[in-house]
């Protein structure tokens, strides 16, 4: 079992930045990648961004190049998202997840099915 907890998410004017965390626990060890997701109401969850455990190897969704940076911390097990330019389209419910399984290719770090376990959520507003 992994457990994950979320924080950073707030209300912030466009243009600005926010920093999100998301903090591993449990079976640790055994995670070899992990990402974040987001959702808006009435909108299926979609892909923002994912970093390999071992490599450190980045993948982002192209509504977020240039503007995201997804990093992690091993000795912390923790994997943080780095959001500048905001705009108002990226409000959303930001989940960050886990992948447990090895797994090689774009595909395993974009598509939900490929990951384990989830957090809660931490809510992210961009004002206009």
């Known amino acids: 079992q992994v457990q994950l907890a979320e924080s950073g998410g707030g209300l912030v004017q466009a243009g600005g930045s926010l920093r999100l965390s998301c903090a591993a626990s449990?079976?640790?060890?055994?995670?070899?990648?992990m990402g974040w997701f987001r959702q808006v109401p009435g909108k299926e969850r979609e892909f923002v961004a994912a970093i390999s455990r071992s490599s450190g190897s980045t993948y982002y969704a192209d509504s977020v190049k240039g503007r995201f940076t997804i990093s992690r911390d091993n000795a912390k097990i923790t994997v943080y998202l780095q959001m500048n330019s905001l705009k108002p389209e990226d409000t959303a419910v930001y989940y960050c997840a886990v992948r447990l399984d090895y797994c090689i290719g774009y595909g395993c770090y974009i598509r939900e099915y490929h990951y384990d376990y989830w957090g809660q959520g931490t809510q992210v507003t961009v004002s206009s």
């Open positions: 449990g079976r640790t060890f055994s995670i070899d990648a």
